[in-house]
């Protein structure tokens, strides 16, 4: 299994800047190569696919929405994957969650296996 604590989530000014962490663990995430990425839903909305990288941090996706803005990296000796968030917009404002899955990237949200818990992102005008 694998357990995924996502945090950093807060308030900020449209234009402001927030970063975003998520913890993994588990022995299957130990065990296996596995992909990260960063999904959001706003209120009466899908989840949506928001960002995502590699194993080995050498590649990387992201939505035409927050290209430029937003920036997905890891470090895999903390087991820890980050979003950091840049020219933060209202629209931006959602819960975002965490993902891994043993394969390579996708933006399909079905395709990812485990998820965090959530954190709030609210991005005034």
């Known amino acids: 299994q694998v357990q995924l604590v996502d945090a950093g989530g807060g308030l900020v000014q449209a234009g402001g800047s927030l970063r975003l962490s998520c913890a993994a663990s588990?022995?299957?995430?130990?065990?296996?190569?596995?992909?990260m990425g960063w999904f959001r839903q706003a209120p009466g909305k899908e989840r949506e696919f928001v960002a995502a990288i590699n194993w080995s941090g050498g590649s990387t996706y992201y939505a035409d929405s927050v290209k430029g803005r937003f920036t997905i990296s890891r470090d895999n000796a903390k087991n820890t994957v980050y979003l950091q968030m840049i020219s933060l917009k209202p629209e931006d404002t959602a819960v975002y969650y965490c993902?891994?899955?043993?394969?390579?990237?996708?933006?399909?949200?079905?395709?990812?296996?485990?998820w965090g818990q959530g954190t709030q992102v609210t991005v005034s005008s």
């Open positions: 588990g022995r299957t995430f130990s065990s296996y190569a596995m992909a």
């Open positions: 993902a891994a899955r043993q394969a390579g990237i996708t933006e399909v949200t079905g395709r990812w296996a485990y």
